[in-house]
């Protein structure tokens, strides 16, 4: 089975700083890894994932993470935040058949300060 | 197309009370799933299904019931509603052969129960 930490429950972070949201995950197999967004009262939307290739993924409005496997990682960056980026963000596991449910996180809220 | 739709949107129940929460998908998926998210807890699978006709349990069933009689519909029910099950409620999908583990969720049910 897997499971998820997000070592961080809340974020405040100021616009156009850089922020980075930690996410652990533990495996005994290979997995598939993403981040969900949450805007406020809304359901949950897929931001990016890594499924194999490249450990290094992007989304198109400026956040990436990286898969390191020897840290069982998958951290979520943004080098400049802004207003509209406060949400709750998720990050989740799977094993990589893909076909068993995914594992969330208890996400990590981000405030942006103006 | 409509993607992912709960209802109802918001809900109040007496202690005892019963009540089902629709979840209907227009896109064809095979899989379809129920979270609760709480406070502090992420999201957490109640039920899920891959195909009509069948219900797996997931991290917390107990209290819930499912059907999936048609492809595009999966209910959850609560027989008997306590306090403890005071939550959002969020119904996903995906589809098979394409979806890895990327998710489509609806916008939420928020449930009370006095």
């Known amino acids: 089975a897997q499971s998820v930490t997000q070592l961080d429950s809340q974020v405040p972070v100021f616009e156009e700083a850089p922020v980075e949201l930690r996410c652990n995950y533990s495996?005994?197999?290979?997995?598939?890894l993403f981040w969900y967004v949450q805007y406020p009262n809304q359901g949950l939307q897929l931001l990016l994932k890594?499924?194999?290739?490249?450990?290094l993924v992007e989304s198109i409005n400026g956040f990436e993470a990286e898969f390191n496997k020897s840290q069982t990682s998958f951290h979520l960056r943004k080098p400049s935040v802004h207003i509209s980026d406060t949400a709750e963000y998720f990050c989740?596991?799977?094993?990589?058949?893909?076909?068993?449910?995914?594992?969330f996180g208890k996400g990590t809220r981000l405030s942006v300060i103006a | 197309n409509a993607g992912v739709t709960q209802t109802p949107k918001f809900r109040v129940l007496k202690t005892g009370q019963s009540m089902t929460l629709l979840c209907a998908q227009d896109?064809?998926?095979?899989?379809m799933y129920w979270y609760r998210q709480d406070p502090g807890m992420g999201l957490r699978l109640i039920h899920y299904?891959?195909?009509?006709?069948?219900?797996a349990k997931g991290e917390v069933p107990d209290g819930y019931n499912v059907s999936r009689l048609k492809k595009q519909n999966f209910l959850l029910g609560l027989e008997s509603a306590a306090p403890s099950q005071t939550s959002v409620y969020f119904c996903?999908?995906?589809?098979?052969?394409?979806?890895?583990?990327?998710?489509?969720f609806g916008a939420g049910s928020r449930l009370t129960v006095l």
């Open positions: 896109m064809n998926h095979e899989y």
């Open positions: 890594y499924l194999s290739g490249s450990t």
């Open positions: 495996s005994s197999v290979s997995v598939y």
């Open positions: 989740a596991v799977s094993d990589s058949s893909g076909n068993t449910p995914l594992v």
């Open positions: 299904s891959v195909g009509e006709g069948t219900t």
């Open positions: 996903a999908s995906k589809d098979r052969e394409r979806g890895a583990n990327v998710l489509t």
